[in-house]
C-alpha cells in the first residue's frame, strides 16, 4: 500500500535519493534535481505543507514539491521536482502525488499551480497550457509544455510572466 505523507526532517536524505534516482534516467534532466529540492527547503519560497512523499513499507519511494514562485506580484505555487523510484514508474505513484498536492494547494487557497512537463501526463490531473490563461514562461522555448493547474483561488488579475523561485536557474 501506499501512503502519501508530508515531509519530516527525517526523510530528507530519502527524499534527495529518490530524487537522484527518479532523474538519473529521465529524458529531459539537468542532473541538479535533487539538489534543487535542498536549495528550495533552505529558501524563503518553500512551502512545508507541500513537500510530499511516497511512502511503502516504511520506505520512501516518490517525492513531490510546489513552491513559491512570482505572477502578476503574487505568490504562485512552481511544482517541481516530482519524481519516483525508477523501477516503481507505472503503478499510479505519481498520479497519487499530483492528486494529493494539488489537494493541498486547494485547501491553502493557493491560486493555481504552474509547471513544466509532458502535457500528456499532466493534462488529467487539469492543467492546461499556460498561454491559454495569459500567463508565460520565463524562456518562450519553453511554451509547448507550460501549464498551468488553476485552483479555487484562481483570478482573471494572474497574467503575464511567471517566475520560479531563483533557485531552479542554478538547478533546474
Ligand atoms: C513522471 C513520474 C513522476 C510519474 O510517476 P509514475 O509513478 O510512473 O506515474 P503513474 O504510474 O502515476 O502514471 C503513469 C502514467 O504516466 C505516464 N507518464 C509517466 N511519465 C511520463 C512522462 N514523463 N511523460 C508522459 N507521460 C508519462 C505513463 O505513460 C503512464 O500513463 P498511462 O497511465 O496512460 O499508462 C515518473 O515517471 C518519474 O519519476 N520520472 C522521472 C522524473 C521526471 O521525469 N519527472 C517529471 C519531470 S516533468
Known amino acids: ?95 497519487a502525488l499530483m492528486h494529493a498536492v494539488i489537494g493541498a494547494a486547494d485547501a491553502r487557497d493557493e491560486p493555481g499551480i504552474v509547471l513544466l512537463g509532458d502535457p500528456g501526463f499532466y493534462g488529467r490531473f487539469g492543467f492546461v497550457l499556460a498561454e491559454e490563461l495569459g500567463v508565460t514562461p520565463q524562456d518562450e522555448r519553453w511554451a509547448p509544455h507550460f501549464q498551468v493547474r488553476p485552483l479555487a483561488a484562481w483570478h482573471e488579475g494572474l497574467r503575464g510572466r511567471f517566475d520560479y523561485p531563483p533557485a531552479f536557474a542554478e538547478f533546474g
Open 1 to 95: 500500500m501506499t501512503l502519501i505523507r508530508r515531509e519530516t526532517e527525517r526523510d530528507r536524505a530519502a527524499v534527495h535519493a529518490v530524487q537522484d534516482a527518479a532523474f538519473a534516467t529521465a529524458e529531459h534532466a539537468s542532473g541538479g534535481e535533487a539538489d534543487l529540492v535542498d536549495a528550495l527547503r533552505a529558501g524563503e519560497d518553500w512551502v512545508p505543507q507541500l513537500s510530499l512523499v511516497a511512502e511503502i513499507d516504511g520506505k520512501v519511494v516518490g517525492h513531490v514539491v510546489c513552491t513559491h514562485g512570482r505572477l502578476a506580484g503574487e505568490r504562485v505555487l512552481g511544482l517541481g521536482p516530482i519524481g519516483v523510484e525508477p523501477e516503481l514508474h507505472g503503478k499510479g505513484i505519481g498520479a
